[in-house]
């Protein structure tokens, strides 16, 4: 089975903060997404990424960066948390782009 | 555009069918995944179809007419348990990088009573 596993469930921080979401994925998988998903609005992606190094911007991208430095892991980088950050988070990987996407059991994140 | 329309919210009885609609428009068409989700936990995966027809999976089946732009998740012999959000997403070929990522409906919300 594919295991997707972000660090934290829940996390509280304050505006302003540097705040790191950690994501890993144990199958080798190419893909990997950021989403974050708010009530009314489903599920819209931050950033993506097919391979090592590589990142490119999704529909939301503006406060947030993104980090691959090694094929199993892919950080999501809020710079300057503010509250409209405040959202539930989910990492997802995928073999290709036609096999399905595996997410992790989100982080859902309080900006104070 | 990309547009993906489902139904809010659907109630049903245990025991009973139930068909969840999925409509959407994009441009470069490439496969459409349904999703289910359970109340603060993370979406996991169906079914999928990217050819006309109907793919059964157990109690779950999911159509798809490209030609229409149409998709539908069946539910047969439904479970309390089937009680949670469904997730409409098409995967676009223009959208995103190379491989074509997915967008999502807002999802259809599914109340199983006894």
């Known amino acids: 089975d594919v295991k997707v596993t972000q660090s934290s469930r829940y996390l509280v921080k304050r505006t302003g903060e540097k705040v790191f979401l950690e994501c890993v994925q144990d199958m080798d998988h190419e893909n990997m997404f950021w989403y974050r998903q708010d009530p009314g609005l489903g599920l819209r992606l931050i950033y993506f990424s097919y391979d090592v190094k590589m990142k490119e911007k999704g529909d939301i991208p503006e406060g947030y960066s993104v980090s691959r430095e090694k094929k199993e892991r892919f950080s999501l980088i809020l710079e300057s948390a503010s509250t409209n950050q405040t959202s539930m988070y989910l990492c997802a990987s995928s073999l290709r782009g036609d096999q399905p996407q595996h997410f992790g059991d989100g982080t859902r994140l309080s900006i104070l | ?114």
């Open chain 2, 1 to 114: 555009g990309q547009n993906i329309d489902q139904p809010t919210e659907m109630t049903a009885t245990e025991g009973a069918i139930v068909q969840i609609n999925c409509t959407y428009q994009t441009s470069g068409f490439n496969g459409l995944f349904w999703y289910q989700q359970h109340a603060g936990e993370a979406p996991t995966f169906l079914s999928y179809n990217v050819l006309d027809g109907l793919e059964e999976k157990g109690r779950f089946s999911s159509f798809l007419s490209r030609s229409k732009g149409y998709s539908y998740l069946l539910l047969k012999e439904l479970q309390m348990k089937d009680s949670a959000s469904y997730l409409c997403a098409v995967r676009d070929r223009s959208y995103g990088g190379s491989q074509g990522n997915l967008i999502f409906g807002k999802g259809t919300k599914l109340s199983v009573k006894p």
